[in-house]
């Protein structure tokens, strides 16, 4: 859903609540401490007759945060799914003319409902596996620091099913030795139903004992028919490009987060706009895995 459709459609706060209601309910409140569906309502608030307590559609999900009208947060979630190339927490402040802790808290929230949970469908066919640096500009020379030496750049490791999803990773810099790379392949890929495409980084090599492997070697011939990297490397140029233009400074401890949030976008590229704001509404309540 784009902006305007959200505008129209969650016109106040009470469209807003009966929405997410619908989508964490359906018909039947349900306490969110005792999970007992003998409650009744008084307007927005929500009584469970069962453990006493009154309790409000958001309580526990990432939108509690009472002073915000939530057709900002809904806002933000159009906006930051919207966002091909990301979208830093002061765009989405100014855009939502919200204060600038304030855009940061939600941009963060927002990106905890797209967090990667263990990986559940494993990828499959032909993917294509990569390793590259983000993050942080080279740092202009001082004297302690010469020019280009100490840049911040974090690896990310992914990989990435053709046509299909990617997952990612993002790693520290003595872990992306053979032992990890192994460890990853068999985490996320399906080694009985795949076959690996990889460039001739030295850390492949031995992987062909956990599933087929097929190596190009970008200094003698870019493409080789079906045996490329450009799907995983065209996810990283996205990533790269709104970690440049938007994050300049990620550190280490949110790097994952950003990350997941390229990689939620990304695998929900298909989904009509309408269902993949629903399904991000629901990660952001906890209804949906
Ligand atoms: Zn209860």
Same mark, same amino acid.
């Given at each position: 859903?784009?902006?305007?459709?959200?505008?129209?459609?969650?016109?106040? =706060?009470?469209?807003?609540?009966?929405?997410?209601?619908?989508?964490?309910?359906?018909?039947?409140?349900?306490?969110?401490?005792?999970?007992?569906?003998?409650?009744?309502?008084?307007?927005?608030?929500?009584?469970?007759?069962?453990?006493?307590?009154?309790?409000?559609?958001?309580?526990?999900?990432?939108?509690?945060?009472?002073?915000?009208?939530? =057709?900002?947060?809904?806002?933000?979630?159009?906006?930051?799914?919207?966002?091909?190339?990301?979208?830093?927490?002061? =765009?989405?402040?100014?855009?939502?003319?919200?204060?600038?802790?304030?855009?940061?808290?939600?941009?963060?929230?927002?990106?905890?409902?797209?967090?990667?949970?263990?990986?559940?469908?494993?990828?499959?066919?032909?993917?294509?596996?990569?390793?590259?640096?983000?993050?942080?500009?080279?740092?202009?020379?001082?004297?302690?620091?010469?020019?280009?030496?100490?840049?911040?750049?974090?690896?990310?490791?992914?990989?990435?099913?053709?046509?299909?999803?990617?997952?990612?990773?993002?790693?520290?810099?003595?872990?992306?030795?053979?032992?990890?790379?192994?460890?990853?392949?068999?985490?996320?890929?399906?080694?009985?139903?795949?076959?690996?495409?990889?460039?001739?980084?030295?850390?492949?090599?031995?992987?062909?004992?956990?599933?087929?492997?097929?190596?190009?070697?970008?200094?003698?011939?870019?493409?080789?028919?079906?045996?490329?990297?450009?799907?995983?490397?065209?996810?990283?140029?996205?990533?790269?490009?709104?970690?440049?233009?938007?994050?300049?400074?990620?550190?280490?401890?949110?790097?994952?987060?950003?990350?997941?949030?390229?990689?939620?976008?990304?695998?929900?590229?298909?989904?009509?706009?309408?269902?993949?704001?629903?399904?991000?509404?629901?990660?952001?309540?906890?209804?949906?895995?």
């Amino acid at each position: 859903m784009n902006i305007i459709e959200i505008i129209s459609r969650f016109e106040n =706060q009470s469209d807003c609540i009966a929405y997410l209601e619908r989508v964490r309910w359906g018909d039947t409140p349900t306490c969110p401490y005792c999970k007992s569906t003998r409650t009744t309502r008084n307007q927005h608030r929500h009584y469970c007759y069962n453990c006493k307590t009154s309790f409000s559609v958001t309580v526990g999900t990432i939108f509690h945060q009472t002073h915000l009208p939530l =057709q900002k947060w809904l806002l933000a979630v159009s906006l930051v799914l919207n966002a091909k190339k990301g979208l830093s927490a002061l =765009q989405l402040a100014r855009d939502l003319k919200v204060n600038k802790n304030t855009g940061w808290r939600i941009a963060m929230q927002i990106r905890k409902a797209m967090s990667q949970r263990e990986q559940r469908e494993l990828l499959t066919g032909i993917v294509e596996m990569d390793e590259t640096y983000v993050g942080g500009k080279p740092r202009k020379g001082t004297k302690n620091n010469p020019p280009g030496r100490g840049t911040k750049k974090a690896p990310v490791v992914g990989a990435v099913e053709r046509g299909g999803n990617v997952t990612a990773k993002a790693v520290k810099k003595d872990d992306m030795k053979g032992r990890d790379l192994r460890a990853f392949v068999r985490d996320r890929i399906d080694t009985a139903n795949a076959n690996l495409m990889t460039d001739d980084y030295k850390g492949y090599l031995g992987i062909g004992r956990i599933l087929p492997h097929d190596v190009i070697k970008h200094a003698e011939w870019y493409v080789d028919g079906h045996i490329h990297t450009n799907t995983i490397e065209g996810f990283w140029s996205l990533l790269k490009r709104g970690m440049f233009g938007q994050y300049h400074s990620v550190s280490r401890k949110h790097l994952q987060r950003y990350v997941d949030e390229f990689c939620f976008r990304y695998n929900r590229r298909k989904m009509p706009p309408m269902a993949a704001f629903e399904y991000t509404i629901k990660r952001g309540m906890g209804v949906q895995a």
